[in-house]
């Protein structure tokens, strides 16, 4: 997920950046129990996990949590402990990830499996992974440890049908937007249900957090998914056309698959079915999404996703932190233009 | 793990058999759990999982959890969840191990990281580590999910610290028990603390279900490392000398390196630290081991935890099932001769 620092609000900080500062102490504890529980006393464990933790991620899974936590009334510190426990599993399934897509750059730095190798990665996602469910143990809420707990295998079953759409073009959007529903959307939803369970609000606020964090991860995939075939995603830290070369079948690729003339076609076809891909096929592609308004129709779902994460905050109590959250969800649309 | 078939005794049953009778209907409705909470709309799931699931491991860990929770007293259900969680621990273990060591064979089968690839064999571990979670919270002990979340951070240290002593003769006696106490004992303590905790037991039965499994679980390793470097092993369904050929520095190597002539020193060099490894190699290094007492040792130092383990189980009642975690233990010493 890559939140761009290249659209501020008028005052020089993002919409993402206020929702920090709104939660500020919080996250802080955060942080600190990141670090202090990502230590291990063999050494590799913290210095892999720590190349990670310490990239620059935004943190906005647990920012969720703890916003939604904070929204719904809570006034206690477990919630710390459950934002601790989310970026684990979001660090857990991003070093499996780099493994499993062989990737070289994550925001802006060489991957932990280009670093160390495959073997520490998988090991260390696997250690992260238990941490969290000890910090969950530790938050002492039995409901939130089966909220995340079935985030968890819905995001590895999300992973493993990523896996079947890769190199097929037969791939439909409904197909596509199960994947994104799955690897992205549910640790978003999960994050914001925890934040309010934990707080022990009622179960229309939790439907309504949910809701709200479910939306919004489906938005800021779909536009991740546009970046992959933008010019400008180089100076956002990952690498130009990772999904093409993967020959990942992303909505922009289905769309402009599906408004494809016959010559398009059969580029489609070798490109990401057949192989072998050739130096000019990124460029190519890339024109391809845009003629077709592919990159156009991908910003429009997102925008709709991003207008029902909005409208899914109405039962919430009106606030600063409402309103926070809706222009984070607003923000997701314009990064990266 | 392997487990013998060939030492049985005189009724033509082994040890392990003979407690599995012992909790039939329990261990059968673990394993229509596990078949059932293995399941997913994503077909690649059950498919590989059950490629491990059902390829005859022994089911030996949930069976520690039966064995311990019905010692103990409990007249309950819930410990039939905690069997299954726990056999998908360990399956996610393996699936992940076969991916780190690019084995080929495990139990006389391909591994699924043959068969699939390691992409799915990452994810299909993810997702059958957090369906292992779920089945945790559906038993409803936080007590239990704190031993088994504890327990899955400690293997991933364990397998990390082992990733260190591959390739490395300095690799100390300490060094190599502390990787077994982590990556293989860990988990057999936790299935018997996790049986005796779900059935109530005082802290007194609970710290010595523990101790037993800590104590069976490093003789099983013990034995397992020296049965790497046996004749033997090829019909019990393993790649021969795969730690050999790994470079993984076991107790056998470690002992025959401590014994060896300077020749014999040059050869483990080569072999096991700069490389690359010979086709004659292997036999020269099972006769090292063999010829040095190696072997020996590794089973009396077995021996010295096969006796502890059933030493930790004098404050439970005498019964059978007592007696037949006993044999088991004892048995362990058996296999493979």
Same mark, same amino acid.
């Given at each position: 997920m890559?939140?761009? $620092?290249?659209?501020?609000?008028?005052?020089?900080?993002? +919409?993402? @950046?206020?929702?920090?500062?709104?939660?500020?102490?919080?996250?802080?504890?955060?942080?600190?129990?990141? %670090?202090?529980?990502?230590?291990?006393?063999?050494?590799?464990? +913290? @210095?892999?996990?720590? %190349?990670?933790? @310490? /990239?620059?991620?935004?943190?906005?899974? +647990?920012?969720?949590?703890?916003?939604?936590?904070?929204?719904?009334? !809570?006034?206690?510190i477990e919630h710390v402990k459950?934002?601790?426990?989310?970026? =684990?599993?979001?660090?857990?399934?991003?070093?499996? @990830?780099?493994?499993?897509?062989?990737?070289?750059?994550?925001?802006?730095? /060489?991957?932990? *499996?280009?670093?160390?190798? *495959?073997? +520490? /990665?998988?090991?260390?996602?696997? =250690?992260?992974?238990?941490?969290? =469910?000890?910090?969950?143990?530790?938050?002492?809420s039995m409901r939130v440890l089966d909220i995340l707990a079935s985030a968890s295998a819905i995001i590895a079953e999300g992973e493993v049908m990523q896996l079947k759409s890769a190199n097929n073009l037969a791939t439909t959007k409904s197909d596509y937007l199960e994947v994104v529903s799955a690897k992205t959307a549910a640790l978003f939803a999960a994050s914001a249900e925890a934040g309010a369970t934990i707080a022990g609000a009622p179960s229309d606020l939790i439907g309504a957090m949910r809701d709200y964090g479910q939306n919004l991860g489906i938005a800021f995939q779909l536009i991740d998914d546009a970046l992959d075939y933008s010019g400008r995603q180089a100076q956002m830290g990952k690498s130009?056309?990772?999904?093409?070369?993967?020959?990942?079948?992303?909505? &922009?690729?289905?769309?402009? !698959?599906?408004?494809?003339?016959? $010559?398009?076609?059969?580029?489609?076809?070798?490109?990401?079915?057949?192989? &072998?891909?050739?130096?000019?096929?990124?460029?190519?592609?890339?024109? !391809?999404?845009?003629?077709?308004?592919?990159?156009?129709?991908?910003h429009a779902r997102a925008s709709h996703y991003v207008d029902e994460a909005c409208l899914a905050l109405a039962p919430l109590p009106d606030s600063e932190l409402r309103e926070s959250l809706i222009a984070v969800a607003e923000f997701c649309i314009g990064r990266g233009y």
């Open positions: 890559i939140v761009a $620092e290249a659209t501020k609000t008028a005052t020089g900080t993002s +919409p993402i @950046d206020q929702l920090h500062a709104l939660v500020a102490a919080d996250m802080e504890a955060v942080d600190g129990l990141i %670090h202090e529980r990502m230590g291990s006393a063999v050494a590799l464990i +913290p @210095d892999l996990a720590r %190349h990670l933790v @310490d /990239s620059g991620g935004k943190r906005l899974r +647990p920012l969720l949590t703890l916003a939604a936590a904070r929204l719904c009334g !809570y006034r206690g459950l934002g601790a426990a989310i970026e =684990f599993i979001h660090t857990a399934t991003l070093l499996h @990830d780099d493994v499993v897509d062989a990737s070289a750059l994550r925001r802006g730095k /060489s991957t932990a *499996n280009m670093v160390w190798g *495959n073997k +520490p /990665s998988i090991l260390v996602g696997d =250690f992260l992974f238990s941490r969290a =469910f000890q910090l969950m143990v530790d938050a002492g130009v056309g990772d999904d093409f070369r993967e020959a990942k079948v992303t909505l &922009p690729v289905i769309i402009a !698959y599906e408004r494809a003339d016959e $010559e398009a076609r059969r580029f489609w076809r070798r490109a990401i079915e057949v192989g &072998p891909q050739q130096d000019a096929d990124l460029k190519r592609a890339i024109s !391809y999404v845009e003629e077709t308004g592919a990159i156009r129709e991908t």
